[in-house]
Protein backbone atom coordinates (compact mmCIF):
# COMPACT_ATOMS: atom_id res chain seq x y z
CA UNK A 1 0.00 0.00 0.00
CA UNK A 2 1.41 3.43 -1.00
CA UNK A 3 2.29 5.40 2.35
CA UNK A 4 0.22 8.27 3.14
CA UNK A 5 1.49 11.54 3.01
CA UNK A 6 1.32 12.78 6.57
CA UNK A 7 3.22 10.50 9.61
CA UNK A 8 0.93 9.56 12.28
CA UNK A 9 1.78 10.06 16.02
CA UNK A 10 0.51 7.65 18.20
CA UNK A 11 0.53 8.28 22.50
CA UNK A 12 -0.19 5.22 24.40
CA UNK A 13 0.50 2.88 27.23
CA UNK A 14 1.30 0.34 24.81
CA UNK A 15 1.26 1.86 21.06
CA UNK A 16 2.44 -1.63 19.47
CA UNK A 17 -1.09 -2.03 18.03
CA UNK A 18 -1.66 1.33 16.74
CA UNK A 19 1.86 1.15 15.28
CA UNK A 20 1.23 -2.23 13.67
CA UNK A 21 -2.27 -1.19 12.14
CA UNK A 22 -1.02 2.26 11.05
CA UNK A 23 2.02 0.80 9.28
CA UNK A 24 -0.27 -1.98 7.35
CA UNK A 25 -2.72 0.95 6.27
CA UNK A 26 0.47 2.81 4.71
CA UNK A 27 1.43 5.35 7.55
CA UNK A 28 4.87 6.11 8.60
CA UNK A 29 4.86 6.25 12.40
CA UNK A 30 6.02 7.31 15.47
CA UNK A 31 5.18 5.61 19.02
CA UNK A 32 5.48 7.37 22.61
CA UNK A 33 4.67 4.55 24.73
CA UNK A 34 6.02 2.64 27.68
CA UNK A 35 7.49 -0.25 26.76
CA UNK A 36 8.90 0.26 23.25
CA UNK A 37 8.55 -3.60 22.35
CA UNK A 38 10.15 -5.57 20.06
CA UNK A 39 7.31 -5.83 17.61
CA UNK A 40 6.25 -1.89 17.83
CA UNK A 41 9.90 -0.99 17.21
CA UNK A 42 9.98 -3.40 13.95
CA UNK A 43 7.33 -1.33 12.64
CA UNK A 44 8.18 2.43 13.93
CA UNK A 45 10.24 4.94 12.22
CA UNK A 46 10.72 6.98 16.06
CA UNK A 47 10.19 5.76 19.12
CA UNK A 48 10.46 7.99 22.47
CA UNK A 49 10.11 6.15 26.02
CA UNK A 50 7.29 7.64 28.67
CA UNK A 51 7.39 7.19 32.39
CA UNK A 52 4.14 5.52 34.07
CA UNK A 53 1.49 7.78 32.92
CA UNK A 54 0.08 8.84 36.24
CA UNK A 55 3.78 10.60 36.61
CA UNK A 56 3.00 12.27 33.10
CA UNK A 57 2.85 16.58 33.14
CA UNK A 58 1.83 18.84 30.47
CA UNK A 59 5.77 19.99 30.24
CA UNK A 60 6.34 16.47 30.06
CA UNK A 61 4.24 15.36 27.23
CA UNK A 62 5.25 18.40 25.28
CA UNK A 63 9.13 17.74 25.28
CA UNK A 64 8.22 14.26 24.52
CA UNK A 65 6.11 14.98 21.61
CA UNK A 66 8.11 17.78 20.63
CA UNK A 67 11.67 16.27 20.66
CA UNK A 68 10.20 12.93 18.86
CA UNK A 69 8.20 15.18 15.94
CA UNK A 70 11.27 17.82 15.10
CA UNK A 71 8.76 20.26 14.19
CA UNK A 72 7.30 18.13 11.37
CA UNK A 73 3.76 17.65 10.71
CA UNK A 74 2.02 14.57 12.02
CA UNK A 75 -1.19 13.18 13.28
CA UNK A 76 -1.50 12.16 16.79
CA UNK A 77 -3.97 9.38 17.72
CA UNK A 78 -4.35 8.15 21.38
CA UNK A 79 -4.53 4.73 22.62
CA UNK A 80 -5.09 2.98 25.84
CA UNK A 81 -3.78 5.31 28.88
CA UNK A 82 -5.17 8.14 27.77
CA UNK A 83 -7.92 8.50 30.13
CA UNK A 84 -5.22 9.02 32.75
CA UNK A 85 -3.72 12.16 31.02
CA UNK A 86 -6.19 13.57 28.54
CA UNK A 87 -6.56 17.22 30.31
CA UNK A 88 -2.76 17.37 29.51
CA UNK A 89 -2.93 17.07 26.43
CA UNK A 90 -3.87 21.26 25.50
CA UNK A 91 -2.31 22.50 24.05
CA UNK A 92 -0.69 20.70 21.65
CA UNK A 93 2.37 22.22 19.75
CA UNK A 94 1.15 23.70 16.66
CA UNK A 95 2.76 20.76 14.06
CA UNK A 96 0.56 18.06 15.57
CA UNK A 97 -3.26 17.43 14.95
CA UNK A 98 -5.10 15.50 17.20
CA UNK A 99 -7.03 12.52 15.67
CA UNK A 100 -9.86 11.54 17.76
CA UNK A 101 -11.90 12.26 20.90
CA UNK A 102 -11.30 15.78 22.15
CA UNK A 103 -10.34 16.31 25.81
CA UNK A 104 -13.77 17.69 26.03
CA UNK A 105 -15.43 14.77 24.70
CA UNK A 106 -13.08 12.12 26.75
CA UNK A 107 -13.83 14.50 30.11
CA UNK A 108 -17.40 13.65 29.65
CA UNK A 109 -16.98 10.19 29.16
CA UNK A 110 -14.02 9.81 32.14
CA UNK A 111 -15.39 11.70 34.44
CA UNK A 112 -18.10 9.60 36.46
CA UNK A 113 -20.67 12.25 37.63
CA UNK A 114 -20.71 13.35 33.92
CA UNK A 115 -20.88 9.72 32.40
CA UNK A 116 -23.68 8.30 34.66
CA UNK A 117 -25.76 10.95 34.24
CA UNK A 118 -25.43 10.79 30.47
CA UNK A 119 -26.46 7.26 30.77
CA UNK A 120 -29.53 8.02 32.52
CA UNK A 121 -30.71 11.63 30.47
CA UNK A 122 -30.75 8.85 27.48
CA UNK A 123 -32.58 6.34 29.40
CA UNK A 124 -29.61 3.71 29.21
CA UNK A 125 -28.93 1.17 32.16
CA UNK A 126 -26.65 0.96 34.09
CA UNK A 127 -25.75 -0.58 37.36
CA UNK A 128 -26.37 1.53 40.50
CA UNK A 129 -23.93 3.61 41.12
CA UNK A 130 -22.78 5.95 43.50
CA UNK A 131 -20.05 8.80 44.82
CA UNK A 132 -19.94 8.11 48.63
CA UNK A 133 -18.90 5.49 50.53
CA UNK A 134 -22.03 2.48 51.22
CA UNK A 135 -22.03 1.31 54.31
CA UNK A 136 -20.92 -2.43 53.97
CA UNK A 137 -20.19 -5.32 56.61
CA UNK A 138 -16.69 -6.68 55.82
CA UNK A 139 -16.48 -9.41 53.46
CA UNK A 140 -19.54 -8.36 51.33
CA UNK A 141 -19.66 -7.92 47.62
CA UNK A 142 -22.59 -6.18 47.19
CA UNK A 143 -20.23 -2.93 46.08
CA UNK A 144 -17.64 -2.75 44.02
CA UNK A 145 -14.60 0.14 44.32
CA UNK A 146 -13.48 1.53 40.92
CA UNK A 147 -10.94 3.93 39.78
CA UNK A 148 -12.65 5.79 36.77
CA UNK A 149 -9.48 6.45 34.46
CA UNK A 150 -8.06 2.45 35.61
CA UNK A 151 -7.28 -0.30 32.66
CA UNK A 152 -8.04 -4.11 32.15
CA UNK A 153 -9.61 -4.26 35.38
CA UNK A 154 -7.18 -4.46 37.53
CA UNK A 155 -8.12 -1.44 39.21
CA UNK A 156 -11.38 -2.59 40.79
CA UNK A 157 -11.97 -4.10 44.44
CA UNK A 158 -14.80 -5.17 46.70
CA UNK A 159 -15.67 -1.82 48.44
CA UNK A 160 -15.83 -3.65 51.75
CA UNK A 161 -12.58 -5.40 51.29
CA UNK A 162 -10.36 -1.47 51.11
CA UNK A 163 -10.07 2.00 52.69
CA UNK A 164 -13.24 3.85 53.21
CA UNK A 165 -11.97 7.02 50.88
CA UNK A 166 -13.24 8.66 48.02
CA UNK A 167 -12.66 11.19 45.72
CA UNK A 168 -13.35 12.58 41.81
CA UNK A 169 -11.21 9.64 40.65
CA UNK A 170 -13.15 6.87 42.37
CA UNK A 171 -16.54 5.88 42.44
CA UNK A 172 -18.67 2.93 43.67
CA UNK A 173 -21.17 0.64 42.00
CA UNK A 174 -23.21 -2.08 42.75
CA UNK A 175 -21.98 -5.76 41.80
CA UNK A 176 -23.80 -7.19 38.66
CA UNK A 177 -23.66 -10.97 38.64
CA UNK A 178 -23.72 -11.51 35.18
CA UNK A 179 -21.82 -12.34 32.12
CA UNK A 180 -19.30 -9.38 31.01
CA UNK A 181 -18.49 -8.45 27.50
CA UNK A 182 -17.80 -5.46 24.87
CA UNK A 183 -18.52 -3.40 21.74
CA UNK A 184 -15.96 -2.45 19.61
CA UNK A 185 -17.76 0.51 17.49
CA UNK A 186 -17.40 3.24 14.75
CA UNK A 187 -18.78 6.53 15.12
CA UNK A 188 -18.46 9.53 12.47
CA UNK A 189 -21.47 12.12 12.77
CA UNK A 190 -24.85 10.12 12.67
CA UNK A 191 -23.39 7.00 10.94
CA UNK A 192 -22.55 4.71 14.14
CA UNK A 193 -21.72 1.05 13.40
CA UNK A 194 -21.60 -2.22 15.44
CA UNK A 195 -18.17 -3.39 14.51
CA UNK A 196 -17.73 -6.40 16.96
CA UNK A 197 -19.24 -7.75 19.96
CA UNK A 198 -17.19 -9.71 22.50
CA UNK A 199 -16.94 -11.38 25.36
CA UNK A 200 -14.33 -10.78 28.33
CA UNK A 201 -12.62 -13.53 30.50
CA UNK A 202 -11.32 -12.57 33.92
CA UNK A 203 -7.70 -13.88 35.26
CA UNK A 204 -8.83 -12.85 39.20
CA UNK A 205 -5.89 -12.80 42.01
CA UNK A 206 -6.23 -11.43 45.74
CA UNK A 207 -4.97 -8.11 44.77
CA UNK A 208 -6.89 -7.52 41.46
CA UNK A 209 -10.44 -9.91 41.72
CA UNK A 210 -11.16 -8.28 38.33
CA UNK A 211 -8.13 -8.88 36.08
CA UNK A 212 -9.22 -9.07 32.58
CA UNK A 213 -7.63 -12.37 31.29
CA UNK A 214 -8.86 -12.81 28.10
CA UNK A 215 -11.14 -11.10 24.90
CA UNK A 216 -12.90 -13.67 22.49
CA UNK A 217 -15.20 -12.73 19.70
CA UNK A 218 -17.29 -12.84 17.55
CA UNK A 219 -19.83 -13.45 20.93
CA UNK A 220 -23.35 -14.62 19.65
CA UNK A 221 -25.75 -12.41 21.97
CA UNK A 222 -29.13 -12.24 21.25
CA UNK A 223 -30.56 -10.33 18.38
CA UNK A 224 -32.60 -8.19 20.95
CA UNK A 225 -29.60 -7.21 23.64
CA UNK A 226 -27.44 -6.89 20.11
CA UNK A 227 -30.35 -4.25 19.14
CA UNK A 228 -30.11 -3.04 22.63
CA UNK A 229 -26.06 -2.05 22.05
CA UNK A 230 -27.03 -0.34 18.39
CA UNK A 231 -29.07 2.03 20.30
CA UNK A 232 -27.23 2.86 23.46
CA UNK A 233 -24.02 3.39 20.91
CA UNK A 234 -26.20 5.28 18.83
CA UNK A 235 -27.37 8.07 21.77
CA UNK A 236 -24.20 8.10 23.26
CA UNK A 237 -22.64 9.29 19.54
CA UNK A 238 -25.53 11.40 19.16
CA UNK A 239 -25.33 12.96 23.35
CA UNK A 240 -21.32 13.47 23.46
CA UNK A 241 -20.17 13.61 20.16
CA UNK A 242 -17.86 10.14 20.21
CA UNK A 243 -15.76 9.91 16.81
CA UNK A 244 -13.71 6.95 15.13
CA UNK A 245 -13.59 3.68 17.33
CA UNK A 246 -14.43 3.25 21.08
CA UNK A 247 -15.43 0.96 22.64
CA UNK A 248 -18.29 0.04 24.99
CA UNK A 249 -17.91 -2.50 28.31
CA UNK A 250 -21.28 -4.30 29.34
CA UNK A 251 -22.48 -7.03 31.42
CA UNK A 252 -25.72 -9.10 30.80
CA UNK A 253 -27.50 -9.86 34.66
CA UNK A 254 -28.09 -13.13 35.45
CA UNK A 255 -31.92 -11.52 35.06
CA UNK A 256 -31.18 -11.56 31.28
CA UNK A 257 -30.81 -7.48 31.44
CA UNK A 258 -27.87 -5.42 29.60
CA UNK A 259 -26.40 -2.74 31.63
CA UNK A 260 -23.60 -0.62 30.64
CA UNK A 261 -20.37 -0.47 32.98
CA UNK A 262 -18.00 2.15 30.93
CA UNK A 263 -16.89 3.56 27.67
CA UNK A 264 -13.48 3.90 26.89
CA UNK A 265 -13.11 6.61 24.14
CA UNK A 266 -10.43 5.33 22.31
CA UNK A 267 -9.40 2.36 20.34
CA UNK A 268 -9.56 -0.46 22.81
CA UNK A 269 -8.01 -3.99 22.92
CA UNK A 270 -10.53 -5.72 21.20
CA UNK A 271 -9.81 -4.15 17.80
CA UNK A 272 -6.68 -6.99 17.86
CA UNK A 273 -10.05 -9.40 17.02
CA UNK A 274 -10.36 -8.17 13.68
CA UNK A 275 -8.43 -9.46 10.97
CA UNK A 276 -8.28 -6.58 8.62
CA UNK A 277 -5.83 -4.18 10.57
CA UNK A 278 -5.48 -1.49 7.62
CA UNK A 279 -9.21 -1.18 7.30
CA UNK A 280 -9.84 -0.74 10.88
CA UNK A 281 -7.08 1.95 11.18
CA UNK A 282 -8.22 3.78 8.33
CA UNK A 283 -12.29 3.75 8.85
CA UNK A 284 -11.08 4.97 12.39
CA UNK A 285 -8.87 7.73 10.54
CA UNK A 286 -12.31 8.55 8.27
CA UNK A 287 -14.46 8.58 11.17
CA UNK A 288 -12.66 11.03 13.10
CA UNK A 289 -12.11 13.16 9.99
CA UNK A 290 -16.29 13.16 9.99
CA UNK A 291 -15.94 11.17 6.01
CA UNK A 292 -19.61 9.92 6.64
CA UNK A 293 -19.51 6.78 3.79
CA UNK A 294 -17.59 4.46 5.83
CA UNK A 295 -17.70 0.59 5.27
CA UNK A 296 -18.26 -1.72 6.83
CA UNK A 297 -15.15 -4.11 7.90
CA UNK A 298 -15.10 -7.54 7.07
CA UNK A 299 -16.25 -9.87 10.04
CA UNK A 300 -13.86 -12.91 11.08
CA UNK A 301 -14.47 -16.13 9.62
CA UNK A 302 -13.20 -18.08 12.57
CA UNK A 303 -13.53 -17.65 16.00
CA UNK A 304 -10.63 -15.10 17.44
CA UNK A 305 -9.33 -15.19 21.02
CA UNK A 306 -6.66 -12.59 22.67
CA UNK A 307 -5.26 -14.34 25.62
CA UNK A 308 -2.90 -12.14 28.28
CA UNK A 309 -0.11 -14.28 29.78
CA UNK A 310 0.56 -12.87 32.95
CA UNK A 311 3.66 -14.06 35.04
CA UNK A 312 3.22 -15.76 38.23
CA UNK A 313 6.72 -15.29 39.95
CA UNK A 314 9.55 -12.88 38.47
CA UNK A 315 10.99 -13.71 35.35
CA UNK A 316 13.48 -12.19 32.79
CA UNK A 317 13.85 -12.22 29.20
CA UNK A 318 16.75 -14.91 28.66
CA UNK A 319 18.96 -14.06 24.86
CA UNK A 320 17.96 -15.63 22.11
CA UNK A 321 14.19 -16.22 23.28
CA UNK A 322 12.62 -17.55 20.85
CA UNK A 323 8.67 -16.59 21.24
CA UNK A 324 5.93 -18.15 19.50
CA UNK A 325 4.65 -16.79 16.23
CA UNK A 326 1.00 -15.93 17.97
CA UNK A 327 2.45 -13.75 20.30
CA UNK A 328 2.49 -9.64 20.29
CA UNK A 329 4.00 -7.13 23.08
CA UNK A 330 7.33 -8.73 23.05
CA UNK A 331 10.07 -8.03 25.73
CA UNK A 332 13.85 -7.68 25.13
CA UNK A 333 16.44 -10.07 26.21
CA UNK A 334 17.40 -8.79 29.58
CA UNK A 335 13.87 -7.57 30.65
CA UNK A 336 12.56 -8.45 34.14
CA UNK A 337 8.80 -9.02 34.30
CA UNK A 338 7.18 -8.98 37.65
CA UNK A 339 4.81 -11.13 39.23
CA UNK A 340 1.70 -10.60 38.26
CA UNK A 341 2.65 -8.39 35.14
CA UNK A 342 1.69 -9.13 31.91
CA UNK A 343 4.43 -11.35 29.78
CA UNK A 344 2.80 -10.92 26.34
CA UNK A 345 -0.29 -11.76 24.67
CA UNK A 346 -1.42 -13.83 22.42
CA UNK A 347 -3.94 -13.97 19.34
CA UNK A 348 -5.52 -17.19 17.84
CA UNK A 349 -8.14 -18.03 15.46
CA UNK A 350 -9.90 -21.16 16.05
CA UNK A 351 -12.69 -23.33 14.33
CA UNK A 352 -14.54 -23.64 17.75
CA UNK A 353 -14.40 -21.34 20.05
CA UNK A 354 -13.62 -23.58 23.31
CA UNK A 355 -10.13 -24.63 21.08
CA UNK A 356 -8.57 -21.28 21.72
CA UNK A 357 -7.70 -21.98 25.11
CA UNK A 358 -5.89 -25.09 24.31
CA UNK A 359 -4.16 -23.42 22.01
CA UNK A 360 -3.08 -20.33 24.49
CA UNK A 361 -2.02 -23.12 26.41
CA UNK A 362 0.11 -24.16 24.50
CA UNK A 363 2.02 -21.26 24.07
CA UNK A 364 2.16 -20.54 27.73
CA UNK A 365 3.94 -23.67 28.16
CA UNK A 366 6.71 -22.40 25.27
CA UNK A 367 7.12 -19.37 26.62
CA UNK A 368 7.12 -20.20 30.30
CA UNK A 369 10.16 -23.11 28.77
CA UNK A 370 12.56 -20.45 28.26
CA UNK A 371 11.61 -17.74 30.76
CA UNK A 372 14.09 -17.42 33.39
CA UNK A 373 13.45 -17.39 36.91
CA UNK A 374 14.51 -14.31 39.67
CA UNK A 375 14.40 -13.95 42.79
CA UNK A 376 12.52 -10.81 45.02
CA UNK A 377 15.71 -9.36 45.55
CA UNK A 378 17.18 -9.78 41.90
CA UNK A 379 13.99 -8.30 40.57
CA UNK A 380 14.14 -4.78 42.32
Known amino acids: MQTQSIPV ?8 FLAQAATQAGYNVWVAD ?8 AVADRWQSLPAFSKLTHDHIFRTLS ?17 QCYHLLLPLPPNIKLIGNTPDIIASIKTPSAFFKLLDDNAINFPETRFKVPSNKFGDITWLKKEAAGLGGAHIQFAALTRNEI ?85 ISDRNELLVIEVNPRVSASAELISNRALLFQQHMDGCLNQHRISQSPVNSNATSLFYHYAKMNLIVPENMQWPAECHDISAAGVVIKQDEPICTSVVEVDEPHLAMQQHDVIENKILAQLKTLNTSEAM
Open 9 to 16: LIFAHSGR
Open 34 to 41: CYGDIDLL
Open 67 to 83: DLTRGEQCLLICGGGIE
Open 167 to 251: DAQYYYQRFISGVSGSCLFLASGDNVQLMSINQQHLSPTRQAPFRLGRIESAWPISATHRDDLHKIVRRLTEASGLIGLNSLDFV
